[in-house]
């Protein structure tokens, strides 16, 4: 969702910038990518380390009430569209593929990007406060193969992140990357593309067709 079909990745870094002054530090660029996609818990940890707070001080529950708080005041302003988002989820829709939602975003925030995403588009939404472990780690994504019933090799991710990126491959899911905030590495199971704006179904299908072998050669990379 973020970063991938909303351009709201912007307004997290605004919010985690400004939750590392609650703490005392300024956000650097290593911090802040290092938070890119991460779920709520993890990011949150990452401010902690870099502010040096030590565990039996740090106000978890209060600390994130404050950044959800901080960040649905933003959503609640408006959020923008990734460059050819809106059209390609039309296009997966008029295909008759269903599609799932799955970030790290907690249900409070994801509800209200919803009204901007159409809620209607997807079978189900996974969010990050419904696994037991967000992005990077597979859950998000086991879970969103199980809930349409395929297997994940099945499925096809589109991501944005890198911790998003890991959490798709490390589920089995072929996964298309569409780097926005942060470089993505090369790795097994993924191909990149600059955008979604142009994007066909000939090119949804040869994402994934692209990453299982017997099909086309497995590791090509779509620049396009």
Same mark, same amino acid.
């Given at each position: 969702?973020?970063?991938?079909?909303?351009?709201s990745e912007p307004l997290w870094d605004v919010?985690?910038?400004?939750?590392?002054?609650r703490h005392g530090i300024t956000m650097s660029?290593?911090?802040?990518?290092?938070?890119?996609?991460?779920?709520?818990?993890?990011?949150?940890?990452?401010?902690?380390?870099?502010?040096?707070?030590?565990?039996?001080?740090?106000?978890?529950?209060?600390?994130?009430?404050?950044?959800?708080?901080?960040?649905?005041?933003?959503?609640?302003?408006?959020?923008?569209?990734?460059?050819?988002?809106?059209?390609?989820?039309?296009?997966?829709?008029?295909?008759?593929?269903?599609?799932?939602?799955?970030?790290?975003?907690?249900?409070?925030?994801?509800?209200?990007?919803?009204?901007?995403?159409?809620?209607?588009?997807?079978?189900?939404?996974? /969010?990050?406060?419904?696994?037991?472990?967000?992005?990077?780690?597979?859950?998000?994504?086991?879970?969103?193969?199980?809930?349409?019933?395929?297997?994940?090799?099945? /499925?096809?991710?589109?991501?944005?992140?890198?911790?998003?990126?890991?959490?798709?491959?490390?589920?089995? /899911?072929?996964?298309?990357?569409?780097?926005?905030?942060?470089?993505?590495?090369?790795?097994?199971?993924?191909?990149?593309?600059?955008?979604?704006?142009?994007?066909?179904?000939?090119?949804?299908?040869?994402?994934?067709?692209?990453?299982?072998?017997?099909?086309?050669?497995?590791?090509?990379?779509?620049?396009?």
């Amino acid at each position: 969702m973020d970063g991938t079909l909303l351009d709201s990745e912007p307004l997290w870094d605004v919010a985690m910038a400004d939750l590392a002054l609650r703490h005392g530090i300024t956000m650097s660029p290593a911090l802040r990518e290092s938070t890119l996609g991460n779920a709520l818990p993890d990011a949150l940890s990452k401010v902690y380390a870099a502010a040096r707070i030590p565990a039996a001080e740090q106000d978890r529950a209060g600390d994130e009430r404050w950044l959800l708080d901080h960040v649905a005041a933003m959503f609640d302003k408006g959020l923008p569209w990734r460059p050819g988002a809106d059209a390609a989820l039309e296009l997966v829709r008029s295909a008759g593929l269903p599609m799932v939602l799955v970030t790290n975003t907690v249900r409070e925030l994801t509800d209200v990007a919803l009204e901007t995403l159409d809620a209607t588009r997807f079978v189900a939404t996974v /969010c990050g406060d419904e696994v037991a472990l967000g992005k990077p780690h597979p859950d998000p994504y086991l879970r969103a193969a199980s809930l349409v019933g395929l297997r994940p090799d099945q /499925c096809l991710a589109v991501e944005d992140s890198p911790a998003g990126t890991a959490a798709a491959t490390a589920a089995g /899911c072929p996964t298309l990357v569409i780097p926005s905030a942060a470089p993505v590495p090369q790795g097994s199971l993924r191909s990149f593309r600059r955008s979604l704006v142009g994007l066909t179904i000939a090119d949804v299908v040869d994402a994934w067709t692209g990453q299982h072998p017997g099909h086309l050669p497995a590791g090509r990379d779509m620049q396009r």
